[in-house]
């Protein structure tokens, strides 16, 4: 998964300003206790971060 696609789907779910915020300010243990910004400045591909986030936010199925 692109970095843009990435961004796209998190702008869809949480919306586009809130989208930045959560990726910059949430803490998640399923990430080794990082944030989603963390994550990806630190290796992570963008689609291990997506399905994190799918799975500890609840994302519906038809939105993954």
Known sequence: MRL????????EHFG???A?????????????GRTVD??????WAAKDVWRVVCAVMNVPPEQR
């Open 16 to 18: 586009t300003g809130y």
């Open 20 to 32: 930045e915020t959560f990726a910059r300010d949430h803490v998640m243990t399923e990430l080794g």
């Open 4 to 11: 843009t696609v990435f961004w796209q789907r998190m702008a």
């Open 38 to 43: 963390e994550a990806l400045a630190s290796g």
